[in-house]
């Protein structure tokens, strides 16, 4: 069945760096778009940013745009998010997802806070 196991979060000052990486298994991973998403305390979850099957192309929320840049290795059937100049607002337990969506991971928890 789908996994999807995300990793990389933590704790981190404002204007900080974290790279969230998210590892898939059980589905062709390399025949599917994938996306990053985050839900805040008493907030819907929402879309960071998503890459093509190919990786040749990529999308961002505003929020985030010129910060945080997503990647995919398909050999290792990896995605990742490294996130630079991060903001209190920043802070998430993040997710991963195929697109469309399969059943959600655990979330990575990411904190920025001084």
């Known amino acids: 069945q789908v996994q999807l196991v995300e990793s990389g979060g933590g704790l981190v000052q404002p204007g900080g760096s974290l790279r969230l990486s998210c590892a898939a298994s059980?589905?062709?991973?390399?025949?599917?778009?994938m996306s990053w998403y985050r839900q805040a305390p008493g907030k819907e979850r929402e879309l960071v940013a998503t890459?093509?099957?190919?990786?040749?192309?990529?999308n961002y929320a505003d929020a985030v745009k010129g910060r945080f840049t997503i990647s995919r290795d398909n050999a290792k059937n990896m995605v990742y998010l490294q996130m630079i100049s991060l903001k209190p607002e920043d802070t998430a337990v993040y997710y991963c997802?195929?697109?469309?969506?399969?059943?959600w991971g655990q979330g990575t928890q990411v904190t920025v806070s001084s």
């Open positions: 997802n195929t697109v469309p969506k399969t059943p």
């Open positions: 059980g589905f062709t991973f390399s025949g599917y778009a």
């Open positions: 890459i093509t099957s190919s990786g040749g192309n990529t």
